[in-house]
């Protein structure tokens, strides 16, 4: 996955909506970025983000946001999401 990492303190995972990017938030992460770590990927099959053949169910995507914080080392965030990156937040969260 293709992620953008920025800023310092309380961990945020920005989720982008279908047919868009993580370009998307660059108004509000860079906001965001001043007091948080903001952590926006690009989901599976868009953007810069690896296109497989399969995967793309919400509960596959959801654990893609998990193994992204995990390699980041982080162990708790906020979630913020838009369109169809609710239902990824979502099945991440569950």
Known sequence: MHVRVGGKGPAVVLLHGYGETGDMWV?????????????VPDLRGMGLSAKPADGYDKKTQGQDIAGVLKALNVEKTDVVAH????MVGYAFVA
Do not use: E, M
Not at 83 to 86: K, L
């Open 27 to 39: 108004p509000l992460a860079v906001d965001l970025a001043r007091d948080h770590t903001v952590i």
């Open 83 to 86: 369109d169809i990156g609710n």
